[in-house]
Antibody, heavy 119, light 107 residues
Framework: EVQLVESGGGLVQPGGSLRLSCAAS????????MTWVRQAPGKGLEWVSS????????NYADSVKGRFTISRDNSKNTLYLQMNSLRAEDTALYYC????????????WGQGTLVTVSS | EIVLTQSPATLSLSPGERATLSCRAS??????LAWYQQKPGQAPRLLIY???VRATGIPARFSGSGSGTDFTLTISSLEPEDFAVYYC?????????FGGGTKVEIK
């Protein structure tokens, strides 16, 4: 059974940092692209960042470029999102999502970890 | 940057009725489009990918069509569990994008 379990969310002040993790199991993690998607309270889905299966290529939404860094450790079956210079508008539920064989469609999602940026 | 516009924002229907949801892209995405369903308090679920291919385990009442800039998700006969928010998503180019969503509510 595929499982994605996010962790690392919490309350942080504007300008602060957080590192999110997503522990994956039930599939060959190193064979799949992975993605972070966020959802602000009561709002729609927003793509944040994606990384290829090897970690050799990454992409970011303009809203987070230069502040967030996606990475993965295939030996630990874990995806990360380092979030720096956090802003109030980064407040959201952050999901990790597994890419399908068609790459950047997402067939499994975690339950999300909540990030709240507030003073 | 490709923008996906979903309509209507809200669709009020009764169980057993047919639902037709639209997703329009600001430029062609070929057939690189997916549909997701999200229920309150739950993560999204992949329904359709490549515009018309049902994901594993998705009932046949869900169907997708379209190519280029205009796409449709059809639910042939609404079941009680189908009342939810539906999102389209393109993977044609970067940045990836989701539409704003259509809420299918019980009339």
């Amino acid at each position: 059974e595929v499982q994605l379990v996010e962790s690392g969310g919490g309350l942080v002040q504007p300008g602060g940092s957080l590192r999110l993790s997503c522990a994956a199991s039930g599939f060959t993690f190193s064979s799949h692209a992975m993605t972070w998607v966020r959802q602000a309270p009561g709002k729609g889905l927003e793509w944040v960042s994606s990384i290829t299966s090897s970690g050799g290529s990454t992409n970011y939404a303009d809203s987070v470029k230069g502040r967030f860094t996606i990475s993965r450790d295939n030996s630990k079956n874990t995806l990360y999102l380092q979030m720096n210079s956090l802003r109030a508008e980064d407040t959201a539920l952050y999901y990790c999502a597994k890419g399908t064989a068609r790459l950047y469609f997402f067939d499994y999602w975690g339950q999300g970890t909540l990030v709240t940026v507030s003073s | 940057e490709i923008v996906l516009t979903q309509s209507p924002a809200t669709l009020s229907l009764s169980p057993g009725e047919r639902a037709t949801l639209s997703c329009r892209a600001s430029q062609s995405v070929g057939t690189s489009l997916a549909w997701y369903q999200q229920k309150p308090g739950q993560a999204p679920r992949l329904l359709i990918y490549d515009a018309s291919v049902r994901a594993t385990g998705i009932p046949a009442r869900f169907s997708g069509s379209g190519s280029g800039t205009d796409f449709t998700l059809t639910i042939s006969s609404l079941e009680p569990e189908d009342f939810a928010v539906y999102y389209c998503q393109q993977r044609y180019n970067w940045p990836l994008a989701f539409g704003g969503g259509t809420k299918v509510e019980i009339k």
